[in-house]
């Protein structure tokens, strides 16, 4: 068995240290060591998006990273959005739209259209599906999932909220 | 909240969503049990052969290491599954937890535990396999031919089971006929593709660890929990099925598996939680295939555009083990004649197993084949005589008036298809304008000579929905709010906001009183499934009518606690009143305090299982299509549904069903094959190779309601959950066959691959 190695992780705003295995996988050591199961598995081949975080602001596939390689990084998951219990716009626009179903897909969905409106707060209805290239729903056609999206820009326009 | 506003048909936000959206929503992985050991299977990689030699030395010796068991370490690991229908046309072989001889890529050899899921996958990859590879059969009609290698040695030439459905005289009318057309339409396994992999978690329990409770990612709780029980030679009331969150099943997750039966075992040998999760490629290997049908087709008419009869035969790939009976070829086969008048058809069936992965259906279910052979020669004969597609579907279509409208064509136990209510002429008319099909035909002759390939097609169809029987529990709790359990699992269907609008409506509340509790077979024990387009019609039916006896109980007892008639009260947001004396009152609440008091609960259970559940939903689906001719490319520009769902709990979850069966076909139609090589591996075992459509691939939908009651149900509910699917592949197919239709095609091999129809359109720009 290799060696352990201490890294620090900045999860939702708090700072964790572990101990982890250099193989580990950041998707795992979210969900596994630190019990954040928001974030799914869909597949090992980093193709379906549902295991998305923001990882020092930026979208990536948790389970194509080391945990070892997110050492002193900033991650924010699917449970770190709502704040006071008061949904994220984005998470309020899901709801309002339509926008879930059996729910596998959401929270990579989710995570990927907070990166999309922090760069693109009024996204045309192309640039949202191209956005979304990385993140498979078999369930529901995405259309509500791109209205959903349009929304949230729109509400967060109007409520001043850029991330 | 309003509780006087209509709740059946409010398209209010889901209740399910809140816990979604946080990433609050528990499924299988997620549930955490102290002590949780992790299990993995060992999976043979060939189509066929034996176990030569089988050892976990290596295995035991890996950190972690907890457990291994070969077929015959446990007798319920080699014990093949019970068979689902006892039906005796059709040799069933069913699969077992464990083999010594594997007959697709993907059976399981042996199964290992350990401390957790990165120790698992190490243990795994030290268990030590020799084996014989033996000859493969991959295809079904090689499969048939004598000599060709046997699946299973006791089944000869392969056939798995064979049917036939006949009415009218197909010969004579043949004979008659001015016109003929003949297509074979080929539709490869395709995988359901579920963004959550399978997975199941065991737990032994009971005083003394005689119970086992499964949380399972299933669509069929109730029939997992019999297989399993029967399987360990348990009483069904020592196993408690329960279904956390489950990230879609589309078909392949409503029939058990023999994982959940070996995690079972296992844990009550290990006495210790177990939970096995699939990877994605153990899910391409190992879940259900759906589709692997061929059919061969004739329809009959006159030069008018006037269909007679119609042949089909076809051909059903089975895979190598049959759990699902020969229930998809059979909704294929009763598809087949359509909402038209059909006076003679005939259609003969025959299975075959081969090496590969085991047949179940997939959204559709087999319906879509038989939608997509009509509507296909209804397109090709349109072409041959020179009409316009949607005026050939209006001739032939059901009128209005002939509902219900018994198509004398024979169901496989007896009896005839009966369609209860359906407007399918208007379904046409409305679908036509919705999609914008007179703006195509005006300008896509012109746009053609300037390289713009933009197609449309329409394609019409009749859906069978819902079977089968379904409970729900309706119990009013002394705070006044209502307990509601109904059996089938939830896989994205939105079961707990559409019956908690249907429990709150019937009890004058708001739905957030009502607590749901669905796929939990402690709760409630009867469920057939959540599959089949049936559980708004099944559930739904079964909610109302338990809430009506509740309802009928409790206005009861509030009149002779009133001192009033029962006509003289009104019940609205959980309280009762004098309609004339508003404040001579008393609290729902109150009345159950008082019935329980009183010795019986305010409580009901209404099991509804008609003898003829069935009911008929339709639609017209349309869609716009571009070509790139130079890279084969097809564009959905647009797509639009006219639907009759009959009455509609909530449009918006219909509307979602609606895009997501559609997306769902339309990978059916372009991308979506499993392959598998002459050895029997696995190709397509991952989404690098197995395309499933994206969001830019999607169109934007434009969906229309066109309600008609259902007959055959109180509510008046038809299903929907596969009209999407059902309608995408003869309207992307048919409008690819317009966008190019210079050419005149037969595009009937699905999927139709962009480097298969660019070569077609490079031979035909060579050859012109």
Known sequence: MAELRQITLTVNGRQCQLDVEPRRLLVHCLRLDLGLTGTHIGCETAQCGACTVLLNGEAVKSCNLLAVQADGDTVVTIEGLAKDSQLHPIQEAFREKHAVQCGFCTPGMIMRACELLQKSPQPLEAEIRLALYGNLCRCTGYQHIVEAIQHAGELMVGQGVSR | MNAQAPLIGSAIPRLEDTDLVQGAARYVGDLQIPQTLSVVFVRCPFGHARVKSLSFDRARQVPGFVAAFGPRDLEVLAKPMQPMNLDPDVAERTLRPLTDEPLYAGDAVAVVVAEDPYHAADVATAVDVIYDELPTVMDPNEAMKDGAPLVHADVPNNVAGRFSFSMGDVDATFAQADVTIRDRFNSPQITNASLEPRGVLAAPGGTNGETVTLWVSTQAPQVVRRCVAGALELHTNQVRVITPYVGGGFGPKGRPYPEEIAVAAIALNLGRPCRWEATRQEDFLSTYHGHGLSIDAELAARSDGTILGVRARILQDAGAYLLAGLIVPQYAAEHIIGPYH????????????????????????????????????????????????????????????EFPYDTHYPKRYGGTIIYDSGAFASYLDEVRALIGYDDVRRTQAAERNSGKYRGVAIALFAES??????????????????????????????????????????????????HFVSGDTLAMEVGTGTFASRFAVMAGNATALAAKQVRERAVALASELLGATPQALELCDGIFRVRTQQERCVTLAEVARQARAGGIPLCATHIFAPKNATTYAGAAHAAVVDVD????????????????????????????????????????????????????????????????????????????????????????????????????????????????????????????RSEDLARVCAIAASAS
């Open chain 2, 342 to 401: 059909v006076q003679a058809a005939d259609v003969q069936a025959i299975a075959a197993y081969t090496n590969k992965a085991s047949l179940s259906p997939v959204r559709g279910g087999g319906r879509e084949q038989g939608v997509f052979v009509m509507e296909r020669l209804v397109d090709h004969l349109a072409r041959q005589i020179g009409m316009d597609p949607v005026e050939i579907r209006k001739r032939n279509a059901l009128r209005a008036d």
């Open chain 2, 465 to 514: 929905t819902a079977m089968g029987k379904e409970g729900a529990r309706v119990e009013v709790d002394d705070d006044g709010t209502v307990s509601l359990a109904v059996g089938s699992a939830d896989t994205g269907q939105s079961h707990r906001t559409t019956m908690s609008q249907i429990c709150a409506s019937e009890l004058g509340l708001g739905v957030e009183h009502i």
């Open chain 2, 629 to 752: 001719v130079e890279t084969g490319v097809v564009t959905v520009e647009r797509y639009a549904v006219v639907h009759d769902s009959g009455t509609i709990i909530n449009r918006s979850v219909v509307h979602g069903q609606l895009h997501g069966g559609v997306v769902l076909g339309l990978g059916e139609a372009l991308s979506e094959e499993i392959i598998y090589d002459p050895a029997g591996r696995l190709l397509t075992d991952s989404f690098q190779n197995y395309a499933i459509p994206r969001a830019d691939q999607s169109p934007p939908f434009i969906v229309k309601e066109h309600s008609c009651a259902s007959r055959n149900n109180p509510q008046g509910i038809k299903g929907v959950g596969e009209n999407g699917a059902m309608g995408a592949l003869p309207a992307i197919i048919g409008a690819v066959e317009d966008a190019l239709a210079p050419l005149r095609l037969s595009l009937n091999d699905m999927p139709l």
